[in-house]
């Protein structure tokens, strides 16, 4: 048997024409290899992300971080549940999570060690006052420092230590004392320490004393009777009647000479409160204020008071 080549162009050979003369179908187009669609970071995400960083940066700042932390967590758990943007809530949770924990503890911290804080502060006051007073003897401090009590609230010198206890001052008791070294040359070295070279002292006194003394209830009655004998023992009388208001009340200053050379000022401020205070001793309205300055800030202390005297 005898084969017979096909003519050129019939036999599909040349890449054009296949059987019966029909042509081959082009190759078709290499096609890139399909890559899994790229999810974009939700809102609430990025939301997560940015209160994170926020809430890390401000974790010391008592409130602003807690709050800020726990608005992070919340929008980072929501974010996490969504499924999207798995790396900002991540880290937005981790941050929120720091932030909160520091700002617990700093809060405890406070709530803790804050009165401590505030004690040690106000002791390294007035050590730092009495080396400042030390450095140059008889040199009055201008330091003040704020009295509150159930029955009134004052400006008081910053040098005198309120040393009270917690039940007289909740009576409306004040004994403010000077504490220090009295000098060859008369002067005074306040250290804190030492002796008690002046006082401040506010003693109220029951309303079942007061009304015994027989007086017309006014101030200058109640001056009066204290002249008939207490004031006397205070020392020789410089001016009996001074008067002085007290936060819209009428007071009356006393002056007295003392019989110790040390005291540059000593009086006694008199006033009556416009209604009775109930203590766990008795009702209270009238008080005695006491001054007894061995610097040269007497006056100064008593304007003070006056001018800052407030009743509750």
Same mark, same amino acid.
């Given at each position: 048997?005898?084969?017979?080549?096909?003519? /050129?162009?019939?036999?599909?050979?040349?890449?054009?024409?296949?059987?019966? =003369?029909?042509?081959?179908?082009?190759?078709?187009?290499?096609?890139?290899?399909?890559?899994?669609?790229?999810?974009?970071?939700?809102?609430?995400?990025?939301?997560?992300?940015?209160?994170?960083?926020?809430?890390?940066?401000?974790?010391?700042?008592?409130?602003?971080?807690?709050?800020?932390?726990? /608005? =992070?967590?919340?929008?980072?758990?929501?974010?996490?549940?969504?499924?999207?943007?798995?790396?900002?809530?991540?880290?937005?949770?981790?941050?929120?999570?720091?932030?909160?924990?520091?700002?617990?503890?700093?809060?405890?911290?406070?709530?803790?060690?804050?009165?401590?804080?505030?004690? /040690?502060?106000?002791?390294?006051?007035?050590?730092?006052?009495?080396?400042?007073?030390?450095?140059?003897?008889?040199?009055?401090?201008?330091?003040?420092?704020?009295?509150?009590?159930?029955?009134?609230?004052?400006?008081?010198?910053?040098?005198?230590?309120? !040393?009270?206890?917690? /039940?007289?001052?909740?009576?409306?008791?004040?004994?403010?004392?000077?504490?220090?070294?009295?000098?060859?040359?008369?002067?005074?070295?306040?250290?804190?320490?030492?002796?008690?070279?002046?006082?401040?002292?506010?003693?109220?006194?029951?309303?079942?004393?007061?009304?015994?003394?027989?007086? !017309?209830?006014?101030?200058?009655?109640?001056?009066?009777?204290?002249?008939?004998?207490?004031?006397?023992?205070?020392?020789?009388?410089?001016?009996?009647?001074?008067?002085?208001?007290?936060?819209?009340?009428?007071?009356?200053?006393?002056?007295?000479?003392?019989?110790?050379?040390?005291?540059?000022?000593?009086?006694?401020?008199?006033?009556?409160?416009?209604?009775?205070?109930?203590?766990?001793?008795?009702?209270?309205?009238?008080?005695?204020?006491?001054?007894?300055?061995?610097? !040269?800030?007497?006056?100064?202390?008593?304007?003070?008071?006056?001018?800052?005297?407030?009743?509750?």
């Amino acid at each position: 048997m005898t084969f017979v080549s096909p003519p /050129a162009g019939q036999n599909g050979q040349n890449g054009q024409n296949g059987q019966n =003369g029909q042509p081959y179908p082009s190759p078709l187009p290499q096609q890139p290899p399909l890559l899994p669609p790229r999810r974009s970071a939700s809102g609430l995400a990025i939301a997560a992300f940015i209160v994170g960083i926020a809430a890390f940066l401000t974790g010391l700042v008592v409130g602003v971080g807690l709050v800020l932390g726990l /608005a =992070g967590l919340g929008l980072a758990i929501f974010a996490l549940r969504q499924g999207t943007s798995r790396g900002f809530s991540l880290t937005g949770l981790i941050l929120s999570a720091l932030a909160t924990l520091t700002n617990i503890v700093v809060i405890v911290l406070l709530v803790v060690l804050g009165p401590a804080v505030t004690r /040690a502060a106000e002791s390294a006051a007035r050590n730092l006052e009495a080396q400042q007073a030390q450095s140059t003897p008889g040199a009055a401090s201008t330091a003040t420092q704020a009295i509150d009590t159930p029955c009134y609230s004052f400006t008081g010198p910053g040098a005198y230590i309120n !040393d009270i206890g917690t /039940a007289a001052i909740a009576d409306c008791s004040t004994e403010l004392e000077l504490w220090g070294d009295d000098n060859a040359d008369g002067t005074v070295t306040v250290t804190g320490v030492g002796e008690i070279l002046g006082t401040v002292t506010i003693e109220p006194i029951h309303t079942s004393t007061s009304t015994g003394w027989g007086t !017309d209830g006014s101030v200058d009655g109640i001056v009066d009777y204290l002249n008939q004998s207490y004031i006397p023992q205070l020392g020789t009388v410089i001016s009996l009647k001074e008067p002085v208001t007290l936060d819209g009340t009428p007071a009356n200053l006393t002056r007295v000479q003392s019989t110790k050379a040390l005291t540059k000022t000593k009086a006694l401020l008199v006033t009556q409160a416009a209604s009775p205070y109930s203590t766990s001793t008795g009702d209270v309205q009238v008080f005695s204020i006491s001054f007894v300055i061995p610097q !040269d800030n007497g006056d100064a202390i008593i304007q003070e008071l006056a001018k800052s005297w407030t009743w509750k």
